[in-house]
Structure formats: C-alpha cells, structure tokens
C-alpha cells in the first residue's frame, strides 16, 4: 500500500485535508481484514511513520485487562524498529509504569487518557490532546478538577522535541492513545494537529472494526469446532479412540494462532495427540472429569512464543472453550460407557441364564443316571465278591466298578455345578485353608519350574462356608493355573479382606484365553484340553460352589499373557435362594 505523505513546506490546506482523507481511508479499509493486534499495531504505525515523518509513533492500545503499548522508531538512514509489550493497569485503570519508563511521562499519558487535564490550556485542545513544541523545557498542566492543581513536567520528551498525545476512545471508553515524536523542535502545525485528530477518530473506528471482525472470526472457529464435536458425538458406531482422535484434530483451528497449537488429550493412559506435540512452555490444561474422578485432561500448548493475552499467551474465550471441550468429552464417554454397561449387563444375564438352563438339564441328567448307577455299583460289587470267579470275569468286573465309580464322580461334580448339593455352613478361615491347599501343591511348582507367590491378608475375618467345597474351589483353579504354564511361571495366590465380603484371587502368568473361549469356561465339559487331560468341568463345579455361597467370580485373561480369578465371598450366609430345584 502506498501511503501519502505530509509535504511540510509549500503544502496547501487543501492538499492537506485531501491526504489525510486518503490515509484515513486506507486505515478503515485495512482494519476490514481482522488483522491481529499486534499485526494492527504495527501497521498503524508504519503508515502514520511514514505519512507524518515523525521519527517515533507510540500506539497505546487496552485490550485483555491491559495495555499494549507499541513502539516504531525510525532514525535518518535506519530501517525502522518495532516493539511492543503489554502494561497492567491499577485498579483506577492506569497504566502502571515499567521499570525502564520515565514515571512522569507515563503520568502524563494517564491523565490525558483519563481526560484529567484542564482543556482551556495553550498546550491543549479541545479534544483532550496535549502537545508541545519543545519537550525539554520543564511544563505544567492544570487538572480538570481542582484548577489550581497544576502538574510539573521535566523533560519528559527525551530526544525529541515535538511532542502530540492523542487520547483515542471509542463509545466514551478509553481505549488508548496515539503519540507522534519528533526529534525537531516545533514540528506540529495548529491545522495538522486538528487533523491528526480527525484522523484519531477515524482510527478509532478502524479499532472497533478490529475487534468486531476478530471476536466473528474467534467465535466461528469456536462454533465450528463445537459442531464438529458434536458431529462426532452423534455417531454411536464410532469408536472412542477416533472420537477423541479427530477431537484432538479439531482444537487447533479454534485457536488464536492455528499454525503453532499442538493439542493432546489423555484419557484411561491413552494419548491422542497432533503431530508434534510437545509440552511446551505456554500451556493450557483442563482435566476430563467424569463423577467426580479425574479420568483424563486436554491440552493445548503454543510451539512458539506469542505476546501477553488473559491467561498467558492465551484468550480468556479459548479457556471457556477448553473447559467446555472437556466437558463435551467427558459427555461423551459417560453416555459412552452407560451404554457398555447396558450391554454389559444384558450379557450377564444372559450368561447366567444359559448356565442356569444347562444347571436344570445337568441336574435332570444326573439325578436320572444316578439310580441306575447306584444299581450298578451294587450289583457290579456283589458279583466281584462272588466265590469261585474266574481270573478274567474278576478283572472285567474291576473294569465295570471303576467306570462306574468314574461316572458317578461326573454326576457328583454337575450336582454341585447344579447346586444341588447345599453347602455346608461354618466358620471358615480362608488363609488357613488356602495354605493347606499350597503346602499340597509345593513339591508339584517346584518340579514344574512355578514360582509361588503367597500373599493372604493378615485381618481376613473367617466366612460362613463350607470348607470341603471351598478346598475344591482353590485345588481346581490351582490345577487350572498349573496347566496354563507348561513352560513354568508364576502363580499369585491372594486374599483381600474389603468391606463386607472377602476375595480369593488366583493369579497364573498361563496362556490365556481368547474371548471365545473365556465366554464358554462354565459350562460343563467344555474343555480346550486333550481327552485324558481335561474333562471340562473343574470350573462348572468352582461356579457351582461360588454361587451357592452367594459369591461372585470375575475372570480376567490376555492371551499369552495370563489368567486371573477373582472370587468374592461374603462372609455371612445371604438370605437367597440357593438352588435351581424346583
Ligand atoms: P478343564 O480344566 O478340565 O479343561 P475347566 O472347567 O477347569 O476344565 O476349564 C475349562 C477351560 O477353561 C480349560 O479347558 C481352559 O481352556 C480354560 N482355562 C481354565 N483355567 C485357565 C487358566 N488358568 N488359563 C488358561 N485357560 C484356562
Ligand atoms: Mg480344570
């Protein structure tokens, strides 16, 4: 853009008039663009630089609860310097001087600022804009309040000596000021300053014009990253990682500076991320809070420094935006996993209905085969006792006897899966029995290269259980657990004593299960284990026992990994219906 230019000498009125118009023009036109702050300052600057030929524009500018105050210098043969920094103000609203600042003139521009000056003064026109001709002399200016009251300025101009304050405010709100330097003496004309100051007002709309089409363009980006959430958040098909992955993608362009945001959120240990991510120095944080629990935060970090704003480099809006982000997240998974849990639950049930189903069966079976067996028995057991046998009858007859001593082992074991054998109700100390049970297995782990690891609560209050039962529940998830680890492993054998109840938890560093197979482990004689080795029904029975004492077993398995059983037991017998018979 090419800017007019005061022509000191020899200038009509005019053609004065003319080019201030036009840089007024040029200065509306260029604040249409919704440039940044510091980006508008700066601008200004140059423009008012170059077309007053000053050799300093100061720009002061609120903004953020503070003050930005830029600077351009331009000295003959240079190329000009910028710099800007932001000023707190007092709880009265002015600026509070630096350390490096002349206090007296920082309480100069305070009090044009705040329209505190006397307006009738030589040095002061009518619109509040102070200036002088030679700023090394000492002045004074009287206050609007108190007349009398004058204040004394000392050679506050420092190298120059022509010097015009311009207090700028837009809907009687001051917003800022506008000083023009000169290193000549004398350099402001009566008609220039008044057009300087029309210019002013000018500005002051371009200002307004700023801030309005940046507050749009913050608000759409916001909007659009809303709906974007939003967005994903309809799709109950999408899975929760890509949800919070394009998240993760949609935070960055809400933000002030799109090309440096690195945004990441961590959520159950899981991070999702932009490319590049770093924590950084200027971080924004908020946690994912979902009843109550911290489960996981969001944050947005700048790669590169950036200047002052509310919260560090930062907009109060992009924090109101990342606690809502959070928010929205944390709605998300809570709607998220009330669904699982739905699901979850209807499995359960489900479960549990096939098993009490396959219980029923079980139980009809077993009490059918029972009788006949028992005939067997009997009868296979006289005939062995009978005198005169042959050799071979008597072997056969050994034959018969086992089979059916085998088979009643079979229906013994789908009673109690079908809890059709109450249990037996005492006092049972769990530690002392799990012991029992682990002094049995010791010389077995150390021939098959298994570490046992013993770890029993030392306050386990004793349980009403019956303790034949409980023993079967520890030997068959041993036996289970030692099968699991061919190679050798560990094996964690634990008692938790918590609130109301107690938990036996067998842990084996096995082969674990696949899904399909951990969906089908109570179910009589499903077994993954060659004929001989398994008979599929060690954890029916557990299953059986652990229901009939009112308990419950969780069973967590990774493939390769291992296996971990968790029984909970109350520790007083409940009030439930204990079997399926009818
Ligand atoms: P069995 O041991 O006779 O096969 P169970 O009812 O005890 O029958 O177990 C059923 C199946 O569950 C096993 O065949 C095996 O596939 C699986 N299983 C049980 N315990 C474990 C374990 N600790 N590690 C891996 N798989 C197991
Ligand atoms: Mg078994």
């Not at 008044?194 to 801030?211: G, K, P």
């Not at 935006?321 to 359960?348: C, F, H, P, V, Y």
Request: glycine content about 8%; proline content about 5%; aromatic content about 8%.
């Amino acid at each position: 853009m090419r800017h007019p230019r005061i022509v000191k000498d020899g200038a009509f009125q005019s053609e004065l008039v003319e080019k201030f118009k036009v840089l007024s023009h040029q200065i509306l036109e260029y604040s249409n663009r919704g440039e940044l702050r510091g980006d508008f300052q700066r601008e200004i600057s140059s423009m008012l630089l170059d077309f007053s030929g000053c050799n300093v524009i100061e720009f002061w500018l609120k903004g953020h609860g503070k003050y930005f105050r830029s600077e351009m210098v331009c000295l003959v043969g240079k190329p000009s310097l910028f710099d800007i920094k932001p000023y707190a103000q007092n709880e009265k609203g002015e600026i509070i001087p630096g350390p490096n600042d002349h206090p007296e003139l920082i309480d100069l521009y305070n009090t044009i600022i705040q329209g505190r000056i006397d307006l009738s003064q030589p040095m002061v026109t009518e619109r509040g804009s102070v200036w002088t001709g030679n700023a090394k002399k000492p002045f004074s200016l009287r206050l609007k309040v108190n007349k009398k009251l004058h204040r004394r300025y000392d050679d506050i101009g420092g190298d120059y000596s022509s010097l015009l304050l311009i207090p700028l405010s837009v809907n009687r709100e001051n917003i800022g000021l506008l000083g023009l330097k000169s290193k000549s003496s004398h350099y402001f004309k009566k008609d220039e300053i008044f057009l300087y100051e029309d210019l002013s007002r000018d500005l002051e709309i371009a200002i307004t014009h700023r801030d309005a089409q940046v507050d749009l363009r913050e608000r759409i980006k916001e909007l659009t990253c809303l709906y974007r959430i939003a967005q994903l958040a309809a799709q109950p098909d999408l899975p929760m990682r890509d949800i919070l992955h394009e998240i993760v993608k949609a935070i960055p362009p809400a933000w002030l500076y799109p090309e440096i945001t690195h945004a990441r959120i961590l959520f159950n240990g899981d991070s999702f991320s932009t490319p590049d991510f770093q924590p950084g120095r200027h971080q924004q944080r908020a946690d994912i809070i979902i009843n109550g629990k911290k489960r996981g935060s969001i944050e947005v970090v700048y790669g590169e420094e950036r200047p002052e704003l509310d919260e560090g480099p930062f907009l109060k809006e992009e924090r109101v935006l990342l606690d809502t982000l959070s928010k929205e997240i944390a709605n998300i998974i809570m709607g998220r996993e009330a669904a699982q849990d739905k699901l979850n639950l209807e499995e359960q049930v489900r479960h549990a209905d096939r098993l009490a189903t396959i219980g029923q069966l079980a139980a009809g079976v077993a009490h059918e085969l029972n009788e006949p067996l028992g005939s067997i028995l009997g009868f296979s057991q006289l005939v062995k006792k009978s005198p005169g046998l042959p050799y071979q009858v008597g072997r056969d007859m050994e034959k018969i006897l086992n089979a059916s001593l085998h088979a009643r082992d079979i229906v013994k074991k789908l009673l109690i899966f079908a809890r059709q054998m109450p249990p037996q109700r005492i006092k049972v100390n769990l530690n002392q029995l799990v012991e029992e049970c682990l002094n049995f297995f010791k010389s077995r782990c150390a021939r098959d290269k298994i570490e046992l690891i013993c770890a029993l609560s030392p306050n386990l209050p004793e349980i009403d259980a019956d303790p034949s039962q409980i023993n079967q529940v520890v030997i068959n998830l041993m036996v289970n657990a030692f099968q699991a680890m061919p190679q050798g492993g560990k094996l964690k054998v634990q008692t938790v004593f918590e609130g109301d109840r107690v938990l036996l938890i067998i842990e084996d560093t096995g082969i674990g299960m696949s899904e399909e197979v951990l969906e089908k482990i109570f179910t009589p004689f499903f077994t993954t284990k060659e004929v001989g080795k398994g008979t599929g029904l060690g954890l029916p029975v557990v299953h059986g026992i652990v229901t009939s004492h009112g308990g419950s077993i969780q069973v967590y398995s990774q493939i390769g990994r291992g296996t971990r059983f968790e029984i909970q037991l109350p520790m007083t017998r409940p009030n439930v219906k204990e079997t399926y018979s009818e």
